[in-house]
């Protein structure tokens, strides 16, 4: 056989092959089969179009495109694209249009979508639905709808947030509202406040809407007009569900702070015969009575509070201030068992990483000196969150007392362990004079060689730091410490003893000159004391700087 018939025969043998292999070859470069290759799926009768393009926003504020469309199947690709085109858009093909894409199903749809966020934002005016097609077609404006529809767009935050109140049921929008608020920030304020609006607009007899917007209606404008603007809301409320039971927990707390006590107490009254789950009953009902001196019934009412079972929602947040007005009013009665029961109660409830084990660790380092519970108490906070700035002064706290009760091997580790979580200077200085207990451990740096009046790299010493947080116990026992009320502090080498001039303190002057404070030698920048006090339009502080000392 000649090497040319052999070579023909190889080819045919190839060509052979390749013609059995082709469909599966096909198969696997088609992304999307839509059936057998073998069969073919005529189209339908008819032509491609887009038609009846409406645009509209809905409640929430999100602008919409709907639309029809016919697809008979032909070309085998096309998406459909809503654009939103600025002006300037037609005079640069090249501009990058957002789009909405959708793909075209065979038959008759109507369709509505999102309009897509504009490039730029700022205001359109008109609004594009057009079929996507490789192939060119011989009608293009059939497959092709716009309509002139002026929009001002919003900011991108607003835009997301309507997007993120259609995804969501009324219900959960409510709950979204009331985590906003209870986040305590003024942006947060504002996402719940548009989401509260819209619920409204909405549903108009939607009581808790109003309930949460007297509420935001305080926290942005705590005082009478809040107050005035919260009880119009709550008065609506109340129209629309008289016996909204949490409607008048509310009212209550607002009356309550109208200096409206009856009032408040027969709302306070009623409510408590349904047995709510809202906790925010007992807890406004102990300070309604707290603020007429009812300590010990106040007390009963917080109690009330924390012994009811967490709810895990909301109404966690008025157990929790149960637990601090109570604290409080332990503390103010010297209660030490009450108060020390109170703190296991609420660590075991809040866990290591909450307030309540810090409260809890300094309360045994300072009332019951625990340096040990102490530290082992901070420390699970430290676990939690080791940038805990609080955990770590109350750990360094405990090793100074450690190290002040210790000897030889072991008074040298704890002041190694004290300087890592504390570091000796005025900041260490002023916390251990905040306690009577732990004042001593002070005295005993200070003979070690600590300067009572050294400064930090604000150019602040321990008794600047008690009086800028208003100390007034821990300013008495660093100056009986040796703190010189003359000091300069500041980076412009202010005196010490004018900083509560300017805060108008008059205790803290009072103090001040107890422990030697001239005033009358006292000047900064060519002013006197007196000249300062002026300035500050209080005759009480003239007054008092006016009198000679009484140094003791």
Wanted: some cysteine.
């Amino acid at each position: 056989m000649s090497r040319r018939l052999l070579t023909l025969m190889a080819v045919l043998l190839v060509l052979i092959a390749a013609y059995q292999v082709r469909p599966s070859l096909m198969a696997f470069f088609d992304p999307e089969p839509t059936g057998s290759l073998t069969t073919y799926v005529p189209p339908l009768p008819g032509k491609n179009s887009v038609s009846n393009l409406v645009v509209r926003r809905d409640n929430a504020g999100v602008w919409q495109a709907t639309f029809d469309y016919y697809y008979t199947g032909e070309p085998r690709w096309v998406s459909l694209h809503v654009t939103v085109p600025h002006d300037a858009d037609a005079r640069n093909p090249s501009t990058f249009r957002p789009m909405t894409q959708i793909t075209a199903e065979r038959g008759a749809h109507s369709v509505t979508v999102d309009l897509p966020y504009p490039s730029g934002a700022g205001t359109t005016r008109k609004v594009v639905a057009s079929m996507n097609m490789a192939a060119p077609q011989a009608d293009p404006a059939a497959t092709r709808a716009e309509v002139d529809q002026p929009i001002v767009w919003p900011n991108w935050d607003q835009y997301e947030e309507n997007k993120e109140f259609s995804r969501h049921s009324s219900q959960e929008n409510l709950q979204r509202a009331i985590a906003f608020i209870d986040a305590d920030n003024e942006a947060a304020r504002t996402l719940a406040r548009s989401i509260l609006e819209k619920l409204v607009a909405q549903n108009p007899s939607l009581v808790q809407a109003y309930i949460e917007l007297a509420r935001l209606a305080m926290k942005s404008n705590w005082g009478p007009e809040g107050l005035h603007h919260a009880e119009g809301l709550l008065s609506s409320a109340l129209q629309i569900a008289p016996d909204d039971v949490n409607a008048k927990i509310l009212l209550g707390y607002v009356y309550a702070h109208q200096q409206r006590y009856p009032a408040a107490e027969k709302l306070f009254v009623e409510a408590a015969a349904t047995n709510p789950p809202n906790l925010w009953l007992w807890t406004n009902w102990g300070e309604l009575l707290a603020m007429q001196g009812k300590v010990d019934q106040a007390a009963a009412k917080f109690h009330e509070a924390v012994e009811r079972p967490m709810t895990h929602d909301t109404y966690d947040r008025a157990r929790n201030d149960a637990y601090i007005r109570l604290l409080a009013l332990l503390e103010r009665k010297n209660d030490m068992d009450g108060l020390e029961a109170l703190y296991k109660k609420s660590v075991a409830e809040f866990g290591d990483a909450s307030s309540y084990n810090l409260r809890y660790a300094y309360f045994l380092l300072t009332q019951r000196g625990d340096a040990a519970g102490a530290i082992q108490h901070a420390s699970g906070a430290l676990d939690v969150q080791c940038s805990c700035v609080r955990g770590r002064e109350i750990v360094g706290l405990a090793q100074y007392t450690i190290w002040a009760k210790s000897e030889g091997a072991a008074r040298a580790e704890a002041l190694n362990q004290a300087r890592i979580y504390l570091p000796p200077g005025p900041q260490s200085l002023y916390l251990l004079a905040r306690s009577e207990r732990t004042a001593g451990i002070a005295a005993q740096l200070i003979a070690a060689g600590e300067k009572i009046d050294q400064r930090d790299n604000e150019k602040l010493n321990a008794l600047a730091h008690a009086i800028s947080n208003d100390d007034l116990q821990a300013a008495g026992r660093l100056l009986r410490l040796g703190a010189k009320p003359e000091t300069p502090v500041g980076y412009d080498d202010m005196p010490v003893a004018l900083m509560p001039v300017l805060s108008r303190d008059l205790e803290m002057v009072k103090l001040l000159q107890q422990f030697g404070a001239d005033y009358a030698r006292i000047s900064y920048h060519g002013a006197t004391a007196l000249d300062f006090a002026k300035q500050t339009g209080d005759p009480g502080l003239r007054e008092l700087l006016a009198q000679r000392r009484q140094t003791l």
